[in-house]
């Protein structure tokens, strides 16, 4: 996400086209499944919201991105800006990011930052006034079904950002979904939906295959199956 202050340098070509999207997940429309993409949007139609003001998607954008409350999820409706923060990688670090920090607000089960280019993983907004993400359960490890053209994908909650700004997650969620994952020139300007299990911790948080477990198993619980 573009930090307020900072301006964007000029990169070199960094080759990423190598890094390959990875199989459709199972909550992919075109390929079927229990909850699919259509059937958790049709469970956010509406926003009650629980956040005390509104968000920014972008520095210098307008304030008009609300936190919605429903039963059991917290859930919000903005662009994907690329966070490449965290263990550095070919795809992550300081020379293909002018923004690139080597830590994430929270670390695996041994201690290590989470690594962007491989770990799905979202970032919530710093804890605020405006909201505070740990008062609806929302915290470190916590589960997010991130929803974009009829892909879904789970995440773990992995880092925070600017406490007035939303709408980030790592280069492997976006990559996942079909999403530029360049932390540059990537990214979705819009239509990308996130849906917070309340109460939800993948233990150990870099595992994909227990967030995938318990994606597919919260999904149905929030869809009545």
């Known amino acids: 996400m573009l930090h307020p202050a900072l301006v964007p340098a000029v990169l070199a070509p960094v080759l990423l086209a190598t890094l390959a999207a990875p199989p459709a997940r199972a909550g992919d429309d075109r390929g079927g499944g229990e909850a699919t993409a259509a ?15 509104k968000f920014r998607a972008d520095d210098g954008k307008p304030a008009d991105i609300p936190v919605c409350g429903g039963k059991g999820i917290v859930h919000w409706k903005a662009d994907l800006d690329i966070d490449c923060d965290g263990r550095p990688s070919r795809a992550c670090n300081e020379r293909t990011d002018p923004y690139f920090q080597p830590q994430t607000a929270f670390q695996d089960s041994r201690g290590r930052h989470l690594d962007s280019a491989e770990l799905p993983y979202v970032v919530v907004p710093g804890a605020s006034e405006l909201w505070n993400h740990r008062d609806d359960k929302v915290w470190g490890g916590g589960l997010a079904a991130v929803i974009h053209r009829g892909k879904v994908q789970y995440a773990v909650v992995g880092d925070t950002g600017p406490t007035d700004l939303i709408g980030e997650a790592s280069h492997a969620t976006a990559r996942a979904l079909g999403i530029d994952p360049h932390p540059v020139r990537g990214g979705a300007a819009k239509d990308v939906t996130y849906i917070f299990f ?6 150990p948080i870099e595992s994909r295959e227990e967030a995938e477990r318990m994606g597919a198993e919260l999904s149905r619980g929030l869809l009545g199956g």
């Open 39 to 53: 059937a958790l949007l049709a469970k956010v139609t509406d926003c009650e919201q629980i956040s005390k003001g």
């Open 198 to 203: 309340k109460g939800s911790e993948v233990t």
